[in-house]
């Protein structure tokens, strides 16, 4: 008899994938309490595996954007994937699959710095000020998070 069902869980958040253990009674609930939204919804991530997340995270203010092969849409917050197969307790990729088709993006905030040269008496000095800010999106590196953390 499971014990419960072993689903992969993508946190841009914290920029894991983390092997994850969910009852099985209970599936839908815990992919709305992971992901954080009673908006969850499904695309197919391969022939045996399905992608979840939220339906409405799209919206303005977002930080990070996750990408999917095969997926034209950005999905924003956690994600989960999951075997279609409900006699398998866990997906039948490797994590190392999972992240080889998603690259995860943040904005990125980089000060622009103003220097000012005075010279006063022979002696010369520099004064620094931030002026603004450029920004930019940067990829962000997943790394595979050990079930020991």
Known sequence: MKQG???YVLDPYSATLAT???????ESGAYRRIIGS????????DRNHSLYFDDEGLADGITH???????????????VIAS????LSAPSLSAQSVLDRISCFQAVMDPVIR???ATSEG???YVSAVSGF????APVTIRIRDDKE
């Open 134 to 137: 450029n920004f930019r999106v």
């Open 65 to 79: 954007y996750t990408m999917v092969d095969g997926h034209s849409d950005p999905m924003v917050g956690r994600l």
């Open 84 to 87: 279609d197969d409900a006699a």
């Open 20 to 26: 994850v253990t969910i009852p099985d009674n209970d």
């Open 123 to 125: 002696m010369t000095t």
């Open 38 to 45: 009673d908006g969850v919804d499904r695309v197919q991530f």
């Open 5 to 7: 069902r072993i689903i």
């Open 115 to 117: 220097t000012t040269e």
